[in-house]
Every structure is written in C-alpha cells, then in structure tokens.
Nanobody, 123 residues
C-alpha cells in the first residue's frame, strides 16, 4: 500500500512562488507515475502536471510556462515548483501516485491520493 503525503502549501500574493512536495512510501516493484491535481471550491478537479519514471513531464494548459515538476528518486519525492502565481491558482493541491498495470506482474491499475495541501493566492 502506497502512502502519499503532500506539503508546501501556503498563502502568497500574486506573482509569488511556492514549491510543493509529494513524498511517497510503501512502493512495490510496480511502476508508478506521479501527478498533481488541484480543486478549487465549487469547481471540478483539474489536472496540473505529471512526471513518469523517465522524467517525462506533462502540464495542464493553465500552468504551462509557470509550473515545473521534478523528482528526486532517492528521496521518493516529487516537487511542483510554482512561479508567477495567480489568484486563479488558489486551490487544494493533491498528489496522486498512479500504479501502472502490467500483465502477469501482479501490478494492477491503482490510484493513491494524499490529503492535499492548500494554496491560496491573493491580489
């Protein structure tokens, strides 16, 4: 069972920066991707960014050019560097660790979620 813990959320002003961290533990021999999602009050959950074991990254359109995802495999930690923050970035940010299914390996598709970390951006 993979455990997920996020940290780094805070209140900042527009144009500021934050770095979120996502620490995973309890990994098996399966392959995992790590994703960041966010959800603002009254809005649907939104994809923010993703990184795979080969460091391939993807970003949601609303954060491209401002957010950077990276990972420290030795620390089992994924970071989300958020620059030039906007009021619209205000949300609860969730780390999701997705277990990739692989036939015959005993690895099934599974999602593991953290409790979230709050980011508030004010003007």
């Amino acid at each position: 069972q993979v455990q997920v813990a996020e940290s780094g959320g805070d209140s900042v002003q527009t144009g500021g920066s934050l770095r979120l961290s996502c620490v995973g533990s309890g990994y098996s021999s399966c392959i995992y991707h790590t994703n960041w999602y966010r959800q603002a009050p009254g809005k649907a959950r939104e994809f923010v960014s993703s990184i795979d074991p080969d460091d391939k990254t993807t970003y949601g359109d609303s954060v491209k050019g401002r957010f950077t995802i990276s990972q420290d495999k030795a620390k089992n930690t994924v970071y989300l560097q958020m620059n030039n923050l906007e009021v619209a970035d205000t949300a609860m940010y969730y780390c999701n660790i997705y277990q990739i299914p692989y036939s015959g390996s005993g690895c099934f598709a599974r999602d593991y979620w953290g409790q979230g970390t709050q980011v508030t951006v004010s003007s």
